[in-house]
C-alpha cells in the first residue's frame, strides 16, 4: 500500500520541482482569471439592489 | 546653430509647442542649409503627426497597474489589531487637517500625530510617532505639468532616508526622475538613481522603461537594471504587463463590471538564483522560480466599500469600510493564510471631528465644499445615485 | 559616474551641514506645516485647539 502511494508521489515531485511548473500553472491562472473576469459569470456577480 | 536646438528641444515643452510651431525664417543660413532644414521639416512634420494622433497622457510610471494593485487589492490598506483614528478639519480650501491615531498589536506605532496641508500647487504632510520617528512628504507643482517631490524619513537611530522625485507630464508621455539617498561627496555616485519614461503610443496602447542604478556600499562598483511595461486601456477593462530586470515579470488585469464594481487579476513570476548544496555537499547555484496569482475584487456602495481577494498562495483577505455616520467610519481587516494556518483580524474606527464653524456644517450636509448651501432636494438627488447599503 | 573633488576639510564641512539640515528638516517640519496650516484658517484656532483632538465648533 505504502509502495503503491510512493511511487505517484515521486513522479508528481519531478515535475512539480522543475522551476518552470509554477511559472506555468500562474500563466494559466492568469488566462483562466482574465477568462473569468470577462465572462458573463462575473457579470452576475454584481449586486441587483433597489 | 542655437535656434535649431531651440525647436528641437520644443518637443519636450507640452501644448504651447504643438499649438504655436515656428515656422524657421527661410532667410537664415541655420535654416536655409539644406540639412538643417531637412531637420526642421521632419521635426515639424513628426510634431504634426504626433498632434494628430490625439494622444492622451499615459499617467506615471508608478501607476501601471494602480486600478488593480491600489484600487481593488487591499494589500497596502490591510492592518492588524485595533486602530483608531481622530482627524480634525480645519479648512477644505486649502485643506488643513490634524490626525491622532492609536493602535495596539499591529505593526504601526502605538500612537502617531499627522498633519496635513494642501494648497492648489503644494501638498505637505507630516506624521511623527511616539518613537519621535518622521515620515515626511512635500509635493510641488511648478505648473500643470511639472512637479517635484521629497519623500524623507528621519528616525533617530536608522539611517535617514531621502528621496527627490521630478515628474514631467506631457499630453503624450511621461517622465520621471528619481534619486534616493543621493551622496555626491565621495569619489563616486552612491544612491539610488532612477529614469522612467512612459509615452503614449496609440491613445489605448502605451509603453514604458525604467532604468535604475543603485551603488549602495562604497567601493563596491554600482548595478544597473532595466525594466520595460506595456499598458493597454481599452475604456472598461486595462490590462498591463511588467518585464523588470531583476527577473521579475508581473503581468495585471482590471474591469470595470459595473458601476459599482471593479475586478482585478495580477499575477507574479519571480525567477532568482539561490545557492543550495547538490549530493556531494557541495555548494551549487540553482535556479528558483516564484509565482503568485491574486483575484480581487471591489464593491462599491454609498456607505460602504467592501474589498475581497484570493491568491494562489492560498490567501484569503478581505477588508470592509463603512461609513456609520458623516463622522465616523469602521473597518475591519482579514485575512487567513490557509495553506499555513495562520490568520490576523483588525479593527478601526475613524472619527472626524470639525476644526470650525463650516466644517461642522459641511459635516452635517448643510453646506458643500465651496461654501453654498445645499437644498434638500439636491442632497436627496445626491443620495439616490448610489444604490443604498 | 565620477562625484565632484572636494577637500577632505570642504567635505567635512558638507558632512556637518547635511546633519545639521537633516536635525532642522526632522524637527521644523511638523510646525512648519501647522503653521501654513493655521494661517490659513478662517478662525486662526489657539494652539491647544489646534493640537487637541476634540471638535472646536
Known amino acids: 500500500m505504502s509502495g503503491f502511494q510512493q511511487a505517484p508521489q515521486e513522479a508528481k515531485s519531478s515535475i512539480t520541482s522543475n522551476p518552470f511548473f509554477s511559472a506555468a500553472v500562474n500563466v494559466g491562472l492568469f488566462v483562466a482569471g482574465v477568462i473569468f473576469i470577462q465572462s458573463p459569470l462575473m457579470d452576475m456577480m454584481v449586486p441587483q439592489l433597489q | 546653430m542655437s535656434s535649431n536646438f531651440g525647436d528641437l528641444s520644443k518637443n519636450l515643452v507640452p501644448l504651447t509647442a504643438y499649438t504655436q510651431i515656428e515656422q524657421p525664417k527661410n532667410d537664415g543660413f541655420w535654416t536655409s542649409n539644406p540639412i538643417f532644414s531637412f531637420v526642421n521639416n521632419v521635426q515639424n512634420s513628426i510634431i504634426n503627426h504626433r498632434n494628430s494622433l490625439d494622444l492622451i497622457n499615459p499617467g506615471t510610471f508608478e501607476n501601471i497597474n494602480k486600478e488593480v494593485s491600489r484600487d481593488v487589492f487591499l494589500n497596502q490598506l490591510q492592518f492588524k489589531g485595533l486602530r483608531a483614528d481622530i482627524s480634525k478639519t480645519f479648512s477644505m480650501k486649502p485643506i488643513f487637517q490634524i490626525s491622532h491615531g492609536l493602535s495596539i498589536g499591529g505593526q504601526s506605532a502605538p500612537y502617531s500625530f499627522t498633519s496635513m496641508f494642501g494648497s492648489e500647487s503644494t501638498f505637505i504632510q507630516g506624521t511623527l510617532d511616539n518613537d519621535l520617528s518622521l515620515t515626511g512628504r512635500l509635493n510641488h507643482a511648478w505648473d500643470k505639468h511639472i512637479t517635484s517631490k521629497v519623500t524623507l524619513q528621519l528616525a533617530q537611530s536608522q539611517p535617514a532616508m531621502c528621496q527627490l522625485e521630478h515628474d514631467y507630464q506631457s499630453n503624450d508621455f511621461s517622465l520621471n526622475l528619481k534619486a534616493l539617498n543621493p551622496n555626491l561627496l565621495d569619489d563616486s555616485f552612491q544612491g539610488v538613481a532612477v529614469v522612467s519614461l512612459l509615452q503614449s503610443i496609440t491613445p489605448k496602447l502605451s509603453l514604458g522603461i525604467e532604468t535604475v542604478y543603485s551603488a549602495l556600499q562604497k567601493g563596491i562598483p554600482g548595478d544597473s537594471a532595466m525594466s520595460l511595461v506595456g499598458r493597454y486601456n481599452s475604456g472598461n477593462w486595462i490590462a498591463s504587463l511588467q518585464a523588470q530586470g531583476q527577473g521579475a515579470l508581473v503581468a495585471s488585469f482590471w474591469r470595470k463590471v459595473a458601476s459599482n464594481v471593479e475586478a482585478g487579476l495580477e499575477t507574479n513570476i519571480q525567477a532568482g538564483i539561490k545557492p543550495s548544496m547538490n549530493e556531494l555537499m557541495q555548494p551549487v547555484y540553482q535556479t528558483f522560480i516564484e509565482a503568485n496569482t491574486t483575484l480581487g475584487c471591489k464593491y462599491e456602495f454609498r456607505q460602504s466599500v467592501y474589498r475581497g481577494q484570493i491568491d494562489s498562495k492560498g490567501q484569503v483577505s478581505i477588508l470592509l469600510e463603512h461609513r456609520v455616520l458623516p463622522t465616523l467610519g469602521l473597518l475591519f481587516s482579514a485575512s487567513i493564510d490557509q495553506f499555513k494556518n495562520t490568520a490576523s483580524v483588525g479593527c478601526g474606527l475613524s472619527i472626524e471631528v470639525a476644526g470650525s464653524e463650516e466644517i461642522l456644517m459641511m459635516q452635517n450636509g448643510m453646506i458643500d465644499a465651496e461654501g453654498n448651501v445645499i437644498q434638500q432636494q439636491q442632497q436627496q438627488q445626491q443620495q439616490q445615485q448610489l444604490p443604498q447599503l | ?57
Open chain 3, 1 to 57: 559616474m565620477s562625484g565632484l573633488n572636494l577637500s577632505e576639510e570642504s567635505k567635512e564641512r558638507f558632512g556637518k551641514v547635511i546633519e545639521s539640515s537633516k536635525n532642522i528638516a526632522h524637527y521644523a517640519w511638523l510646525p512648519l506645516i501647522l503653521y501654513l496650516g493655521w494661517q490659513s484658517t478662517s478662525n486662526k484656532p489657539s494652539l491647544i485647539n489646534l493640537l487637541s483632538p476634540l471638535p472646536t465648533a
